[in-house]
């Protein structure tokens, strides 16, 4: 007779005790952790196997959705975050449950956190001098477009970080001397770290090379070292091609022009499928 209830708790309440908690306790940095999650939610995945760390305890696993601008601010400190939410999730499991938390997941949700007070402070600073220079329609394509392009930038960032991770446990920190490189990303690098050394005022992207890559040359980085990521994607260009169109709705936000309601239904398509695809590492 196993000594477990295998009843798992309600996501709601898990998320309010690991909320308080981080809230709560000051070895968790004052609020850092607290603030970064606390406007999401999470859900708790159990499987059919077994955790390893008792005999009958079933592994599983606790997926975090933070807003996207936390998603986005502290995209760099995603490892960090994971292992602190590890530590906090084991202490809220119920012992009894007979459920082992062995990982934790962080996905930006598509729904809260869109970043429009800036627009919002231009607006009101339009209506405060009477001066109507925005129509409606435009403060509303502009309020679209902001929370578009947070979403990408999730996407983006996710990438390069599934990618960082990936190389550096199969071939070390400093594995990019040790990739097949296309000539034109080397260059790219090259002028970039260039424009940081020239323009003291530009914000440091990194301490890698792969932070100063575009977001197309991470499918061409992922296509000429394919051999460390085929077991994530199930063809070359089930990645590519997505990786591609989102350039190109990234490329009209950029440039100033409206994407439809094409383009943020791919976007959200592409986003849920290419995260469930890198949830794993």
């Not at 477990?4 to 709601?12: A, G, I, R, S, V």
């Not at 997941?105 to 209506?127: F, K, Q, R």
């Not at 991470?218 to 591609?244: A, C, G």
Request: contains cysteine.
């Amino acid at each position: 007779m196993s000594e477990f209830t295998y009843e798992l708790p309600d996501n709601k309440s898990f998320f309010n005790t690991v909320t308080t908690i981080l809230k709560s306790d000051p070895k968790y940095a004052g609020y850092k952790y607290y603030n970064i999650v606390k406007d999401g939610y999470c859900e708790i995945s159990d499987t059919s196997n077994f955790s390893g760390k008792r005999w009958n305890a079933m592994y599983t696993s606790v997926n975090f959705y933070i807003s996207q601008n936390a998603y986005a601010e502290h995209a760099s400190d995603i490892p960090a975050i994971k292992d602190v939410l590890l530590k906090v999730c084991r202490m809220v499991m119920p012992p009894n449950a007979g459920y082992d938390i062995m990982e934790i997941n962080i996905s930006p949700n598509l729904h809260i956190g869109g970043n429009s007070d800036v627009l919002n402070e231009v607006i009101e600073s339009v209506n405060q001098t009477k001066l109507d220079i925005l129509s409606d329609d435009i403060k509303q394509k502009g309020k679209e477009m902001s929370d578009l392009y947070v979403t990408l930038y999730c996407i983006e960032n996710s990438l390069r970080n599934f990618i960082d991770k990936t190389l550096s446990d199969i071939l070390g920190e400093n594995y990019f001397s040790q990739l097949t490189v296309p000539g034109d990303i080397s260059k790219g690098i090259a002028t970039r770290k260039k424009d940081e050394v020239q323009n003291k005022w530009l914000p440091l992207r990194g301490d890698k090379d792969i932070y100063y890559l575009d977001f197309i040359d991470l499918s061409k980085l992922i296509l000429n070292n394919w051999e460390y990521f085929k077991k994530y994607f199930p063809t070359q260009s089930w990645i590519s091609t997505k990786i591609e169109e989102l350039y190109k709705v990234r490329c009209l936000i950029a440039h100033n022009s409206y994407a439809g309601e094409d383009e943020k239904e791919l976007v959200s398509l592409y986003y849920k499928q290419i995260i469930k695809q890198i949830a794993s590492v």
